[in-house]
């Protein structure tokens, strides 16, 4: 019989890990109680400011005081600024001016602009929204800090690792210490990861919130563009076409582009265009099949809200214009092949056409003809009911006024686990759960995580 005795390690200090903390971050200090500590919150691309305005909100409405770091990922005044002013966020109050550059590159520049920022700032949790380079980025230098990491949109999956997205969710899900699911189904995808489900709450997305709160004022504004550019409500296609699984592949964007073409001959088309896009339609020589359709700069959040709301149907691989048109009710055809916002699909509000020209006009069309009996559905939101905001900013309250940490487990206080190996002799093809068991002290079988049994499904493996 094998024994493999594990927990030997004696450690200094039940509070290792926060003596490490405290030890690199020079502006700190055993001294600065956790209740002093800000939270920080980061942001850096159009879409997290504009799903994280609702928990800034909350956060100002609950006294609670925060840095509020912008990664610079963004910077163009139409996919930063813009916002700032229409949704009335604060001025950051650190720029890590990051741009543009390689997936690497924006990582990096971010990391290492943060870890200055929680230098300085010594914050008690860090918290970010979204999939992009910046929140990967905040996640791996708030956990090289031994700073808590919270995740708003955590749980999403696309089951797509070519996509930066999928790679950047993923991994922030693995490392944070908290997880903000906006549905149930999000939430799902964490527990069946491992995570703790102590960790994980189910508030809603913000962009319900978003919605809810400047849909009116929106529509006003959206009439006023519709004026100016000479369309009719609820008789016009709305477009947005961003993502890298798109613009990067020359043929799918050409289809996409196709697609536009054929259907500015049966309805205006309006396409508000991402500098991504336009930069690869220039490189691809493109620019020339949308001649009818009506392309202008990326338009400001009441803008583009308002031309949503008033739109026959929207063609987008957004992810948050796929929330927005299921919220809003309006038929969608999403330009990707599958979406980790599956709840959209309900009543086929949205419907997935991938980069297939043909595929698409088609189900433009088709969800043109039904846009008047979408907008009369009437159903619950599975997306949220406008309060998430406030949900999260109390989640942030108390993981920050109650000491959240990374907690480094005391394995002095662990009982001693004990592998031992069942069987001996030919053990091939047997599982090695069957044959390779851990036992508490008192000679128990017993998981060696303790309090989840999700350690034994996960080394489930065959010799
Ligand atoms: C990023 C996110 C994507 C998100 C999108 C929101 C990653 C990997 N991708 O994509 O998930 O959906 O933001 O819009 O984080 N550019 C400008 N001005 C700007 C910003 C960008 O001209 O202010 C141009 C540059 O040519 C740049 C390109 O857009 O190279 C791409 O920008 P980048 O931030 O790398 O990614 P996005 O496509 O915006
Ligand atoms: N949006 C905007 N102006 C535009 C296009 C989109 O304000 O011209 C908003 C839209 O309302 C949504 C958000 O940008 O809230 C979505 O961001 P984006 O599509 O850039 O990123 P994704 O959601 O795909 O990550």
Same mark, same amino acid.
């Not at 949109?153 to 996509?163: D, I, Y």
């Not at 030919?426 to 599982?431: A, E, F, M, T």
């Not at 060696?448 to 999700?454: A, E, I, V």
């Given at each position: 019989m094998m024994r493999a005795t594990c927990n030997v390690q004696i450690l200094e200090s039940r509070t290792l890990a926060e003596g490490r903390l405290f030890s690199r971050? $020079?502006?700190?200090? %055993? @001294?600065?109680?956790k209740a002093k500590r800000p939270l920080l919150v980061v942001a850096g691309t159009r879409p997290e400011v504009i799903k994280l305005a609702p928990v800034l909100k909350w956060l100002g409405n609950l006294n609670l005081d925060y840095v509020f770091v912008w990664s610079g990922q963004h910077y163009d005044y139409e996919l930063s600024r813009v916002f700032f002013e229409q949704l009335g966020i604060p001025n950051p109050?650190? *720029?890590?001016?990051? !741009?543009?550059?390689?997936h690497a590159e924006q990582t990096a520049k971010a990391m290492v602009g943060l870890e200055k920022v929680i230098e300085r700032c010594v914050p008690s949790v860090i918290v970010a929204e979204g999939d992009t380079n910046t929140v990967v980025a905040s996640s791996l230098a708030a956990s090289k800090c031994l700073v808590p990491f919270a995740h708003v @949109?955590?749980?999403? !999956?696309?089951?797509? #690792?070519? #996509?930066p997205e999928e790679v950047n969710r993923k991994v922030a899900d693995a490392i944070a210490s908290l997880h903000v699911a906006p549905t149930e189904l999000a939430a799902m995808n964490l527990l069946f990861e491992g995570a703790s489900p102590k960790g994980v709450h189910v508030t809603g997305n913000t962009i319900v919130d978003a919605v809810n709160e400047y849909e009116c004022l929106a529509k006003g504004r959206g009439e006023e563009l519709l004026s100016e550019l000479g369309l009719e409500k609820y008789n016009y296609i709305l477009a947005t076409v961003h993502r890298a699984e798109n613009t990067d592949d020359a043929q799918r964007l050409a289809n996409i582009m196709m697609a536009l073409k054929e259907l500015s001959q049966y309805y205006n088309v309006l396409f508000p265009m991402h500098p991504r896009t336009k930069r690869r339609l220039i490189e691809l020589g493109? #620019?020339?099949?949308?001649?009818r359709v009506k392309v202008v700069k990326p338009m400001g959040y009441l803008e583009f809200l308002g031309a949503l709301a008033h739109a026959k149907v929207v063609l987008t691989d957004s992810g948050g214009v796929q929330e927005e048109a299921f919220t809003l009710k309006i038929p969608t055809v999403v330009l990707r092949y599958n979406t980790e916002r599956p709840e959209t699909t309900m009543f086929q509000i949205s419907v997935l056409a991938g980069a297939d020209k043909d595929r698409i006009v088609k189900l433009a069309l088709a969800q043109a003809e039904r846009a008047e009996e979408v907008r009369g559905l009437n159903f619950e939101n599975p997306l949220g009911d406008g309060l998430a905001g406030r949900r999260i900013a109390q989640i942030l309250k108390e993981a920050t006024e109650g000491g959240l940490t990374i907690e480094e487990p005391d394995l002095r206080e662990t009982p001693m686990i004990e592998y031992r190996l069942l069987k001996e002799g *030919?053990? +091939?093809?047997?599982?090695l759960l069957d044959l390779l068991v851990a036992f508490n002290e008192d000679g128990k079988p017993i998981s %060696? $995580? +303790?309090?989840?049994? #999700?350690f034994l499904a996960r080394v489930k493996g065959r010799f």
């Open positions: 971050l $020079k502006g700190g200090g %055993p @001294e600065l109680s109050d650190e *720029d890590l001016d990051v !741009r543009s550059g390689s @949109e955590a749980g999403l !999956r696309s089951w797509n #690792m070519c #996509m493109l #620019m020339g099949c949308l001649e *030919d053990i +091939r093809g047997q599982s %060696p $995580k +303790r309090g989840t049994s #999700m």
